[in-house]
Each structure stands twice: as structure tokens, then as C-alpha cells.
């Protein structure tokens, strides 16, 4: 429990007003990766019905980790679609006036906008683009990441969005 608390107040501390860069939390994961490890095997040792979970193991602190650690990666692998966002909004600048090509973008990303990034369209980003991920595990711990570092993802979920929801394109599609 105290390497767990260590490793939750070294993230706190990297954090800046701008944000925590996506360096330090890959750092931040990597550093932490034996830990996560860990608490992986024993999360569930304290088990009050020996292999199957009970209230204590599901709200110990070492699930909680895991949880939580979980969460960042799911946040590192988001940041690595920056560059194919980045490609896809130079795309849909040649695309964009012609409505088949336009209809094949929207079909081609329509997971991405719609699923796989819904979260943090909808839930994540805040106003003036701020992100700061729901990360319920540890109540204290406010993870808000710099939104330079995902410029190209807000963008392309702003023109997703626009093309999808609010325009009259997608009412063509079949």
C-alpha cells in the first residue's frame, strides 16, 4: 500500500497548470509497470470467498491501482492515433468537396468518432479544451493533460462531428 501511495503522489507531483505531458505519463507507466504487476497477482488475496472477488478485494487498494493504471494506458494508447488524426484532417481537406470520396472518410472513421473516442468527445474534454480523463479510482488525483499534445484528435473529433451529427451528409449515405 505504501509503494501504491508513492506512485500516486509522484504522478500528482508531475502535473503543471497546463497539464501532465503524455512523456511523463509514459514515463510514469513504465516506472510503475512491476507494481502494476504486482498488484495484478495479489489484488484478490484477502478474498473473503477464496477465489472469487468479495467487497474488500474490489475496493482494496491495489485494484484500485490496477484500475487506475489501466485507465493511463487506455490514455497513452488514445495520444498514439495523434498522427493519423493529423493525416486524416489533411485528407478531408482534399476530400471534402467531393460528397462520395467525403461519404468514404466519414465511413472509414465512423468507429473512431462514434465508439472508440466517444469518451473523450464526450466526457473528457472540457471547455477552452482541457482534457482531464474520468478517473474515478483515487478521488484526490485530478489527471489533466496538456491539450497541445492532443491538438490534432480534438480537430479531428470537432470536423467528425460536424460532418456526421450536424451536417446533412451523412442523411445521404445508404
Given at each position: 500500500?505504501?509503494?501504491?501511495?508513492?506512485?500516486?503522489?509522484?504522478?500528482?507531483?508531475?502535473?503543471?497548470?497546463?497539464?501532465?505531458?503524455m512523456?511523463?505519463?509514459?514515463?510514469?507507466?513504465?516506472?510503475?509497470?512491476?507494481?502494476?504487476?504486482?498488484?495484478?497477482?495479489?489484488?484478490?488475496?484477502?478474498?473473503?470467498?477464496?477465489?472469487?472477488?468479495?467487497?474488500?478485494?474490489?475496493?482494496?487498494?491495489?485494484?484500485?491501482?490496477?484500475?487506475?493504471?489501466?485507465?493511463?494506458?487506455?490514455?497513452?494508447?488514445?495520444?498514439?492515433?495523434?498522427?493519423?488524426?493529423?493525416?486524416?484532417?489533411e485528407?478531408?481537406?482534399?476530400?471534402?468537396?467531393?460528397?462520395?470520396?467525403?461519404?468514404?472518410?466519414?465511413?472509414?472513421?465512423?468507429?473512431?468518432?462514434?465508439?472508440?473516442?466517444?469518451?473523450?468527445?464526450?466526457?473528457?474534454?472540457?471547455?477552452?479544451?482541457?482534457?482531464?480523463?474520468f478517473l474515478?479510482?483515487?478521488?484526490?488525483?485530478?489527471?489533466?493533460?496538456?491539450?497541445?499534445?492532443?491538438?490534432?484528435?480534438?480537430?479531428?473529433?470537432?470536423?467528425?462531428?460536424?460532418?456526421?451529427?450536424?451536417?446533412?451528409?451523412?442523411?445521404?449515405?445508404?
Open positions: 500500500m505504501k509503494r501504491i501511495n508513492s506512485a500516486i503522489e509522484e504522478l500528482k507531483s508531475l502535473q503543471i497548470s497546463d497539464g501532465i505531458s512523456a511523463k505519463i509514459n514515463w510514469w507507466l513504465l516506472k510503475h509497470d512491476k507494481l502494476y504487476s504486482y498488484c495484478k497477482e495479489n489484488w484478490n488475496n484477502a478474498s473473503c470467498f477464496e477465489e472469487l472477488p468479495c467487497f474488500h478485494t474490489l475496493n482494496s487498494v491495489e485494484n484500485k491501482f490496477l484500475d487506475f493504471y489501466k485507465s493511463l494506458e487506455e490514455v497513452a494508447e488514445m495520444h498514439k492515433k495523434e498522427t493519423y488524426f493529423q493525416d486524416q484532417l485528407l478531408l481537406k482534399k476530400v471534402e468537396s467531393d460528397s462520395p470520396a467525403l461519404m468514404q472518410w466519414l465511413k472509414k472513421n465512423e468507429k473512431l468518432g462514434t465508439e472508440d473516442f466517444f469518451t473523450f468527445w464526450s466526457e473528457w474534454l472540457q471547455e477552452h479544451n482541457s482534457i482531464e480523463p474515478p479510482q483515487f478521488e484526490d488525483v485530478k489527471v489533466k493533460l496538456d491539450p497541445k499534445e492532443f491538438e490534432f484528435t480534438v480537430r479531428f473529433l470537432e470536423e467528425f462531428d460536424r460532418l456526421y451529427w450536424t451536417s446533412d451528409i451523412c442523411s445521404e449515405l445508404p
